[in-house]
């Protein structure tokens, strides 16, 4: 099976500092994969480098065969590409339909809505609060409106930075349920979580990082399996 | 090349032999605002004319050195202080607000230098005796005035309006002394921030005068007042206070100025052979009429050439403080005396806004 | 005396609306790029020096007053590309653009100096007077008003309505949340500022006619702009056209009872005391 | 002490050559307007560098200080040299004032309250015209220096060592104060507020101190003025002054003290030097302050700071004239107290209506650990804010340490003894670890500002105290390698563990823990878990926020849910985990028998 995200030997760099070096990433069609690594290993690195908010320092990005790591933002968005940020990052004083609105970069306002229609069908909690303000919500609330945000842009791939960072169990098990179900409905999903239980158990490939680069790769349950994961993610 | 060299060369030499027989002069004016730029428009186009006549002393010009007070007295204490110390001059000329001036005539009171007070009326400048005041003090304009309203417009009732502080305040002082009860509102403003004046013309207008005086240093301000009250259709004479009729504020008002009338010490329509020459090279030169400032920044640059010649020598101030003291001077205003240093003329003239134009009336 | 309380509210709405375009433009700046302008008023000078200048060429006043708003966009551009955009990405950046912003107000105000000279000059504006009910305002007057109040709801309906406008807002709200959903951060920005420097010029070409144009008239109102922006509640738009209206109605009632000195140390008494009691500033009660 | 001396020293000859080697009495006047500035713009630079208050009316103190002793000279007699000391007073009342009104407010109301006190003050000068002599200026009779003709200096000469004498000490002092207690507060102040009350520091308070000290020396610095100027005028209340300190702060840098002082320096010393360009001089010199800022980021200073060589020199220099940091101490067992510690007592807590916390009841046992659990939104930080006085509470009252503390501020509340930690991370992002453990250990010595000011032996024994006990607890979360990397630059999990380091350097007895593994993977919370279970036995007690419940329930002694604001559970973590109710709102089904064998 052909790589619908093919990264290769991607770099970062923060002045001096090397936070992602040379790491090769591939995620395919209806795949959830998960990035495992301590704090500062380099996964939000590489997400947002992906999306081109960090200047990459070199490798190949690559979308359903296309380069698109000389394109700006907003193109990759386009491309078929998503981000719910590390730390949720709402737009607090807009209502949760503006901020949905946001996150659809097309000008087709039929298909906005039957996209926002989508979004409520799967987050009813948002279609409840539409005309509420985004900072007036619950953390849980506000990873949804997150998730939501960047499925508006009707990606082919969606990253998701943390989704269940500071949330209740009942929550992490929805985002988890949720991440299944997106899966099914054809989306690939690039998960970087500090929850490796959660993450392991809902990806089907995973890749582990250290020090920015990837130490590990591997089936999800090979993973959870291994000694070395399991003493060093996994508290086991 | 070697010849370009030489040529150049001499050419520095003579420059620089040049520059020693010049008697150089030091000029103080906030040259960045209007009436800075006035005051030094007049002082260096009487440099140009006395030079023009051979200098003030045999062979040798007046060289002008100008800096910018900036208003202020810390700037303009370093300028003056500059001046005497690394310019070497001996008189200072200049100085438009009375903070300025006060400040000048300290540095020079310290080294002994003298200073021509262009156009401040402040009254402590004098008490130097080498410090010399050209524009009259704010009790001689009220007394000249006052008698001229008296005599001829005969108010009954008066609205005063002038800018806020020690001039405007000693205005309304002087108004009420001389007019008591006529005086049926006094309004102040505050000098440069205020921008709308519609509320001073509401109130202006429900005290009902006949006769509305102000006074202003910014045109501006001034301007916008007279079209404010134009606007709110107060009806009443316009006078206003010696020094403020100018080309600038009857540009800015525009046809609210129609029928305004002052009295001053100056006009630029004055019968003099000096006040022709004047006006007719000002506007030679500038390409627009003199104003009062114009004329204060040439008159005091005039008068002390004449005085630098007289005394016989450009840096022994104190001979030509005595000199400039005991004589009687050429200026477009007519003759000109300095008892107590105050610059004094026998002449004022009424003038009057007419169609557009500074007439003098009647 | 209704009559005169009645004027007076008019002459203060008038000058009220001439001030909120001027804060305006300062809180437009603030909200979306966390900027001071400290060069804000010598963008209002550029547009009354506009319409002055329109008016030597023969332009009538109302063809003026856009042209004005372009000079504004014109002036702000460059205050971007060379005070404002440079230096946004580094680290103390937002302060340094305080001392960058008025070094460019400084070297535009020197500029216009050397090439038009210090002298003031007058803008003619509307002529003619309407009279309601024993109440009289110049057209000028009720121009200001409702061009002003045009202006406002444009801007409203610009910042509700149209994709820029709610891309501004999320840019304000959070810079890297606005990249994540790919808006291009920094054209926003640029956008927001000029048209922050278009209504700055707008605001002097409106009030012009009243106060006259001078070099010095941006210095004269941006203190009061800063004042009134801050009072609002730093970058909320509504805060500021409410205080702007308050401080102009207040300012004008006051004169009626106080003479000017006082009035105006009462005025800025009041802000004081509006300070002390509703410390966030008057945003919370105009959302 | 020994060093605070020696810079006087130094810093005395220095002024007194100056003043004697220039003789031009125009160089004197700009060499003494340049030292006026320098103080001035250093005041300027005590509230805008290192509080990060932005100041648009500085000159209010300036002018306020010139006309009290202009006044006290020209209208009542007194001699120049006589009033000279008190133009402190002034701008020290009217810093406290407006202080007072706005230290509670963020930075802009502090430039806008200037701003509109220097406004009224410019009314009152031109309008008081009998005191101030208004517009026309009042003018000042300053008699030359007493003793500078026994050294045969000319007045002015006498005058620019006054006036560099006095910027020596103002330097040396401010410098002392900014490596205190004190200037630690501002910094935290600065950076981070919320952190700064929660370690015991009294925020209000010190931007008050802060503020007053600015003022005092910016109208010390009119008071100086006046021999320069002669005439005292309205101007000098005016907006270019304030422009000056501002700008003349971000010229030099505005993240040291020598910055502003070469900053205020140069805003006298270039535009006499552009005189020579006649009506262009202002524009020349916008032209190079845009220039110079564009080229050089973060100031003349702070650019230089950033060079190589200069940076190595700077690295040698330890912080705080301390020497080398000291070794840790360990954290000290602390003596355990019986009883109920925390008692809180039908707590409610409302926001426009909404009822984020509704009569909440449960108390702790001293040494006890508490868990605090339930689903986003269901007001645990509300509560935890309120126990720690960051809230005030609508209803109910919480008793610690034997006292009420519901009402009390939150600085108060730390130095009973009751510390949080956030649950965002908090800390001084731009600055180091150490610097942020020094901060931190506020409560552990007392600040001795008069102590601190000349740097007595005794003062630095503290100093050298404090940060041991700093470190102690920095190497308590295992940080202790870290001590020189900027704080913010730490990967998440360390910035909340450097924050829980920070919360023990306050010396809590109940320490209350706001999500402190978020962010943290399983193997780094497990390691939080052994710390915190090595503070009880060390005597403290414990309230614990966190979702990760597998973490949580390995050394919690209780558990308290809240659902909606209500609390609906409160014992041992398998009772409750147990509970339908807990299940229900919070854990979900499958969740609840795992962590049930965990807690097993």
């Not at chain 2, 046809?255 to 010490?265: K, W, Y």
């Not at chain 3, 008025?102 to 210090?118: E, H, K, R, Y």
């Given at each position: 099976m052909t790589a619908l995200l093919q990264v290769e030997e991607l770099s970062v760099r923060y002045g001096a500092n090397r936070a992602v070096r040379g790491v090769c990433v591939e995620v395919r069609p209806r795949e959830v994969v998960a990035l495992v690594g301590a704090n500062g290993a380099g996964k939000s690195s590489l997400l947002n480098a992906l999306l081109g908010l960090v200047p990459h320092a070199g490798g190949r990005i690559q979308l359903a065969g296309r380069r698109i790591d000389a394109l700006s933002t907003r193109e990759r968005i386009a491309a078929g590409l998503a981000l719910s940020p590390e730390g949720r990052r709402v737009f607090p004083e807009l209502t949760v339909e503006e901020n949905l609105d946001l996150g659809d970069l097309g000008r087709d306002l039929a298909l906005r809505r039957e996209q926002r229609d989508g979004v409520y069908h799967r987050f009813p909690r948002l279609l409840e609060r539409r005309t509420q303000l985004a900072g007036t919500m619950s953390g849980g609330e506000q990873q949804m409106l997150a998730i939501g945000r960047a499925l508006m842009a009707r990606p082919r791939v969606l990253m998701l930075d943390e989704p269940t960072l500071g949330l209740a169990p009942v929550i992490v098990r929805e985002i988890a349920g949720f991440i299944r179900h997106i899966r099914s409905a054809g989306v690939s999903v690039l998960l970087a979580e500090q929850n490796a239980e959660m993450a392991l158990g809902a990806a089907d490939r995973a890749y582990v990082l250290q020090n920015g680069e990837v130490v590990m790769h591997g089936g999800a349950r090979e993973m959870a399996a291994h000694p070395d994961v399991r003493s060093a993610y996994l508290g086991l | 090349m070697r010849r370009l060299m030489a040529a150049a060369l001499a050419g520095l030499l003579a420059m620089g032999t040049a520059a020693a027989q010049d008697v150089k002069v030091g000029v103080l004016y906030p040259i960045k605002t209007m009436l800075g730029q006035q005051g030094r428009n007049g002082a260096e186009l009487a440099a140009q004319m006395i030079n023009a006549d051979g200098g003030v002393l045999p062979g040798r010009p007046l060289r002008l050195i100008v800096y910018d007070d900036n208003y202020q007295p810390a700037d303009a204490v370093s300028a003056a202080r500059r001046l005497l110390a690394e310019d070497k001059v001996p008189v200072i000329v200049g100085g438009i607000n009375t903070a300025v001036s006060l400040g000048i005539t300290q540095v020079a009171r310290q080294s002994g230098a003298m200073f021509l007070a262009a156009v401040t009326k402040a009254p402590q400048v004098?008490?130097?005796?080498?410090?010399?005041?050209?524009?009259?003090?704010?009790?001689?304009?009220?007394?000249?005035?006052?008698?001229?309203?008296?005599?001829?417009?005969?108010?009954?009732?008066?609205?005063?309006?002038?800018?806020?502080?020690?001039?405007?305040?000693?205005?309304?002082?002087?108004?009420?002394?001389?007019?008591?009860?006529?005086?049926?509102?006094?309004?102040?403003?505050?000098?440069?921030?205020?921008?709308?004046?519609?509320?001073?013309?509401?109130?202006?207008?429900?005290?009902?005068?006949?006769?509305?005086?102000?006074?202003?240093?910014?045109?501006?301000?001034?301007?916008?007042?007279?079209?404010?009250?134009?606007?709110?259709?107060?009806?009443?004479?316009?006078?206003?206070?010696?020094?403020?009729?100018?080309?600038?504020?009857?540009?800015?008002?525009?046809?609210?100025?129609?029928?305004?009338?002052?009295?001053?010490?100056?006009?630029?329509?004055?019968?003099?052979?000096?006040?022709?020459?004047?006006?007719?090279?000002?506007?030679?030169?500038?390409?627009?009429?003199?104003?009062?400032?114009?004329?204060?920044?040439?008159?005091?640059?005039?008068?002390?050439?004449?005085?630098?010649?007289?005394?016989?020598?450009?840096?022994?101030?104190?001979?030509?403080?005595?000199?400039?003291?005991?004589?009687?001077?050429?200026?477009?205003?007519?003759?000109l005396k300095f008892p107590g240093n105050q610059a004094t003329s026998d002449k004022w003239v009424a003038l009057e806004v007419r169609d557009g134009k500074i007439v003098v009336s009647d | 005396m209704t009559d005169a309380l009645l004027q007076q509210l008019l002459n203060g709405l008038s000058i009220g609306f001439g001030y909120a375009l001027i804060a305006l433009g300062l809180t437009l700046a603030f909200g979306v790029l966390h900027i001071i302008n400290f060069g804000h008023g010598e963008v209002v000078m550029l547009g009354a020096l506009t319409v002055v200048m329109a008016g030597k060429l023969g332009l009538p006043y109302i063809v003026a007053v856009p042209l004005a708003m372009l000079v504004g966009v014109l002036a702000g551009w460059v205050f971007d590309a060379l005070a404002v955009s440079p230096l946004l990405g580094r680290p103390e950046g937002?302060?340094?653009?305080?001392?960058?912003?008025?070094?460019?107000?400084?070297?535009?105000?020197?500029?216009?100096?050397?090439?038009?000279?210090?002298?003031?000059?007058?803008?003619?504006?509307?002529?003619?007077?309407?009279?309601?009910?024993?109440?009289?305002?110049?057209?000028?007057?009720?121009?200001?008003?409702?061009?002003?109040?045009?202006?406002?709801?444009?801007?409203?309906?610009?910042?509700?309505?149209?994709?820029?406008?709610?891309?501004?807002?999320?840019?304000?709200?959070?810079?890297?949340?606005?990249?994540?959903?790919?808006?291009?951060?920094?054209?926003?920005?640029?956008?927001?500022?000029?048209?922050?420097?278009?209504?700055?010029?707008?605001?002097?070409?409106?009030?012009?006619?009243?106060?006259?144009?001078?070099?010095?008239?941006?210095?004269?109102?941006?203190?009061?702009?800063?004042v009134i922006v801050v009072l609002g509640g730093l970058g909320s738009a509504g805060g500021a056209v409410v205080c702007a209206l308050g401080v102009g109605v207040i300012e004008a009632m006051l004169g009626l009872v106080l003479e000017e000195g006082l009035a105006a140390a009462c005025v800025y008494s009041l802000m004081l005391l509006v300070l002390l009691l509703r410390p966030q500033g008057l945003a919370g009660a105009v959302r | 002490m020994k060093a605070t001396l020696r810079d006087l020293g130094i810093g005395l000859v220095l002024a007194a050559s100056l003043a004697s080697v220039l003789t031009s009495s125009y160089l004197l006047d700009v060499a003494a307007y340049a030292a006026v500035l320098a103080i001035f713009v250093l005041a300027v630079s005590v509230t805008f560098g290192q509080l990060g208050y932005v100041s648009f009316g500085h000159a209010a103190f300036l002018g306020l200080g010139a006309y009290t002793v202009g006044i006290l000279v020209a209208q009542a007699g007194w001699s120049y040299w006589a009033a000279l000391p008190l133009g402190l007073l002034p701008g020290l009342v009217l810093g406290v004032l407006i202080g007072a009104v706005s230290a509670r407010l963020s930075g802009a109301y502090f430039a806008i309250a200037t701003l509109v006190v220097a406004e009224i003050l410019v009314l009152l000068v031109v309008n008081w015209v009998d005191l101030t002599r208004g517009p026309m200026g009042l003018m000042v009779a300053a008699s030359p220096m007493p003793l500078s003709d026994l050294v045969g200096w000319s007045p002015q000469q006498g005058y620019l060592f006054a006036v560099a004498a006095a910027l020596v000490l103002a330097f040396v002092l401010l410098r002392n104060l900014r490596d205190s207690a004190t200037g630690r507060e501002w910094t935290a102040i600065r950076e981070a507020p919320a952190l700064a009350e929660s370690l015991g520091i009294a925020t209000a308070r010190s931007r008050v101190l802060n503020i007053a000290v600015s003022g005092a020396l910016a109208s010390f610095a009119g008071a100086l003025l006046i021999p320069k100027v002669f005439v005292l005028s309205p101007s000098l209340l005016g907006v270019s002054h304030s422009a000056t300190g501002i700008l003349g702060v971000i010229l030099g840098g505005k993240a040291t003290l020598v910055g502003p002082m070469l900053g205020g320096a140069l805003f006298a010393i270039i535009p006499e030097g552009l005189r020579f360009m006649g009506d262009l001089n202002f524009a020349a010199f916008a032209l190079m302050l845009l220039v110079v800022v564009r080229v050089l980021p973060g100031g003349l200073v702070g650019w230089a700071a950033t060079r190589p060589a200069v940076a190595r020199r700077l690295a040698r220099r330890s912080p705080g004239g301390m020497g080398a940091l000291p070794a840790p101490a360990p954290l000290a067992?602390?003596?355990?107290?019986?009883?109920?510690?925390?008692?809180?007592?039908?707590?409610?807590?409302?926001?426009?209506?909404?009822?984020?916390?509704?009569?909440?009841?449960?108390?702790?046992?001293?040494?006890?650990?508490?868990?605090?659990?339930?689903?986003?939104?269901?007001?645990?930080?509300?509560?935890?804010?309120?126990?720690?006085?960051?809230?005030?509470?609508?209803?109910?009252?919480?008793?610690?340490?034997?006292?009420?503390?519901?009402?009390?501020?939150?600085?108060?509340?730390?130095?009973?003894?009751?510390?949080?930690?956030?649950?965002?991370?908090?800390?001084?992002?731009?600055?180091?670890?150490?610097?942020?453990?020094?901060?931190?250990?506020?409560l552990h010595r007392p600040a001795d500002l008069s102590g601190a000011l000349v740097r007595t032996p005794a003062w630095q024994a503290r100093e050298r105290e404090r940060m041991a006990h700093a470190l102690g607890c920095l190497d308590e979360v295992g940080l202790l390698p870290r001590l020189d990397e900027t704080a913010g630059s730490l990967p998440y999990g360390e910035q909340k563990l450097l924050g829980v380091a920070m919360a023990l350097a306050a010396q809590p007895e109940v320490l209350l823990l706001d999500e402190p593994a978020a962010g943290l993977n399983p193997v780094e919370a497990a390691r939080l878990a052994r710390v915190l279970s090595g503070l009880r036995d060390k005597g403290m007690t414990l309230v614990v926020v966190d979702h990760n419940l597998k973490m949580l329930m390995s050394f919690v002694d209780r558990v308290v849910v809240l659902h909606h604001g209500v609390k609906i559970a409160d014992g041992a973590p398998q009772e409750v985990t147990r509970m339908p109710e807990v299940v229900e709102a919070y854990l979900g089904r499958a969740q609840a028998e795992r962590i049930e064998a965990v807690a097993a």
């Open positions: - | 004098t008490e130097y005796d080498r410090a010399f005041r050209f524009n009259p003090l704010v009790s001689t304009d009220g007394e000249v005035f006052n008698q001229y309203l008296k005599d001829r417009i005969k108010p009954q009732r008066m609205a005063v309006v002038v800018e806020n502080g020690d001039y405007g305040r000693s205005i309304i002082a002087n108004m009420k002394a001389a007019f008591g009860n006529a005086v049926v509102a006094t309004e102040l403003y505050e000098i440069l921030k205020q921008t709308d004046f519609s509320t001073l013309a509401s109130r202006v207008k429900s005290a009902n005068p006949d006769v509305v005086c102000m006074a202003f240093s910014a045109p501006e301000q001034g301007g916008s007042l007279l079209r404010t009250l134009a606007e709110a259709g107060v009806k009443a004479r316009r006078c206003i206070l010696p020094g403020s009729v100018t080309p600038a504020l009857v540009q800015v008002a525009g046809p609210a100025a129609e029928g305004a009338f002052t009295l001053d010490i100056w006009a630029p329509t004055m019968n003099t052979e000096t006040n022709r020459k004047f006006v007719a090279a000002y506007e030679a030169r500038y390409k627009a009429p003199p104003g009062k400032v114009d004329f204060l920044g040439f008159e005091s640059m005039w008068v002390l050439g004449q005085a630098i010649r007289a005394a016989g020598t450009a840096t022994d101030t104190a001979r030509i403080a005595a000199t400039l003291r005991q004589g009687t001077w050429d200026s477009p205003r007519g003759p | 937002r302060t340094d653009i305080l001392l960058t912003t008025f070094a460019m107000g400084v070297l535009f105000n020197q500029a216009v100096l050397s090439v038009w000279g210090p002298a003031p000059a007058r803008v003619d504006g509307l002529q003619g007077r309407l009279e309601l009910a024993g109440v009289g305002l110049s057209s000028q007057r009720f121009f200001v008003i409702a061009a002003s109040i045009a202006a406002l709801a444009a801007l409203d309906l610009l910042a509700r309505r149209t994709r820029f406008g709610v891309e501004m807002r999320a840019v304000a709200q959070g810079e890297h949340a606005a990249r994540v959903v790919g808006i291009a951060v920094k054209s926003v920005g640029t956008r927001a500022f000029l048209l922050a420097a278009a209504v700055g010029g707008l605001g002097g070409a409106l009030l012009a006619p009243i106060t006259s144009y001078s070099p010095m008239l941006g210095q004269a109102v941006l203190i009061k702009a800063f | 067992a602390r003596a355990r107290r019986d009883g109920t510690l925390l008692e809180v007592g039908a707590v409610s807590r409302q926001f426009k209506g909404l009822k984020a916390v509704q009569e909440v009841s449960f108390s702790v046992r001293a040494g006890e650990i508490v868990g605090l659990i339930g689903p986003n939104g269901a007001g645990k930080t509300t509560l935890l804010s309120m126990l720690s006085g960051f809230l005030p509470v609508s209803a109910g009252t919480i008793r610690a340490v034997g006292q009420d503390i519901a009402g009390r501020p939150a600085h108060e509340v730390a130095r009973l003894g009751v510390v949080r930690s956030f649950q965002q991370t908090a800390l001084c992002a731009g600055q180091t670890v150490a610097a942020n453990m020094a901060i931190a250990s506020r």
